[in-house]
């Protein structure tokens, strides 16, 4: 049995090395074409792209996160917890308008999504604001 179990690693050992020896020896037709590929360079979005997609995915993760704070804090200001928010979190790249955007977005998208009963709520305290 134990010759067995040598003779075994020694035919992988020769089967390994001769394909690595196969691949450098063998004629033209083996040998991989090399074609030049173009890796396309992802254009930079726009900033209002950047808040839809910020936006989607801040929905996305967090809406109900979001309405339950609204159904916990029905007193809570809105506008001031905006601020509060955009205080303490950063948004990469964008302009401080654009910031304040996402953050109604996010409210407006999550109250749509997950609690359409906050959603008058949002629109007068975000228009008053």
Do not use: F, W
Request: glycine share 4%; proline share 6%; with cysteine.
């Amino acid at each position: 049995m134990r010759s067995l179990a040598s003779a075994t690693i020694l035919c992988g050992v020769i089967l390994l090395s001769g394909c690595a020896a196969g691949s450098t020896m063998a004629g033209p037709t083996a040998s991989p074409t090399a074609t030049a590929t173009a890796t396309p360079t992802p254009t930079p979005l726009t900033e209002p792209e950047e808040v839809v997609k910020q936006t989607t995915t801040a929905v996305s993760l967090y809406s109900k996160l979001v309405c339950s704070n609204l159904a916990d804090h029905p007193d809570v200001d809105l506008n001031a917890a905006v601020d509060q928010l955009l205080a303490t979190y950063a948004t990469e790249g964008l302009s401080e308008e654009s910031r304040l955007q996402l953050a109604h977005n996010v409210l407006e998208q999550s109250a749509a999504k997950d609690c359409p009963d906050q959603t008058q709520r949002i629109a007068d305290e975000l228009a008053a604001g």
